[in-house]
């Protein structure tokens, strides 16, 4: 497994919200020791010189070699965080996205895979059960914004 920490500077992200009957799709995040700590829709990083649209699209192309429609208007928030004692901070750019037609309509669980090779899984999830124990919604503050939309 590989071990991520938060960058050291502020970091651009574009996060791609789908839903399935009411539930959001997200990608597993996971601690050091691969105990489950939250999930996070699913997206990356804004490159220098790259517009937050045309990285959400690359970075579902890349991950879940699909193309993606964006359908809906941004929600944008800022995220500092602490993972394993380190603070990040971020700057979020979130909204919906469309699948194909049928694209994974037959599927439960769909499989990330990072530059670097690591994998993570997705599944969608009832928004109402996260942040209630077992997993959090990240970044933090975005289940509220998404029940008040």
């Known amino acids: 497994m590989a071990i991520w920490r938060p960058y050291d500077t502020i970091r651009v992200l574009a996060l791609g919200l789908n839903w399935r009957e009411g539930r959001l799709l997200a990608s597993e995040v996971r601690d050091d020791a691969g105990r489950l700590?939250?999930?996070r829709p699913p997206g990356g990083g804004v490159e220098f010189g790259e517009r937050w649209q045309d990285a959400l699209t690359r970075e579902f192309q890349?991950?879940?070699?699909?193309?993606?429609?964006?359908?809906?208007?941004?929600?944008?928030?800022?995220?500092?965080?602490t993972h394993e004692g380190v603070t990040g901070h971020e700057i979020v750019f979130a909204t919906e996205i469309a699948f194909p037609p049928g694209w994974s309509d037959d599927t439960e669980t769909?499989?990330?895979?990072?530059?670097?090779?690591?994998?993570?899984?997705?599944?969608?999830?009832?928004?109402?059960?996260?942040?209630?124990?077992?997993?959090?919604?990240?970044?933090?503050?975005l289940k509220s914004r998404l029940i008040n939309r």
């Not at 895979?113 to 124990?133: C, I, M, Y």
Request: proline share 4%.
């Open 37 to 39: 700590t939250g999930v």
């Open 62 to 81: 890349e991950e879940l070699e699909v193309t993606v429609s964006i359908i809906g208007a941004p929600l944008v928030m800022e995220n500092i965080f």
């Open 110 to 141: 769909l499989t990330l895979v990072e530059d670097n090779g690591s994998e993570h899984k997705a599944r969608w999830f009832d928004l109402g059960q996260l942040d209630t124990g077992a997993a959090a919604l990240f970044p933090s503050g």
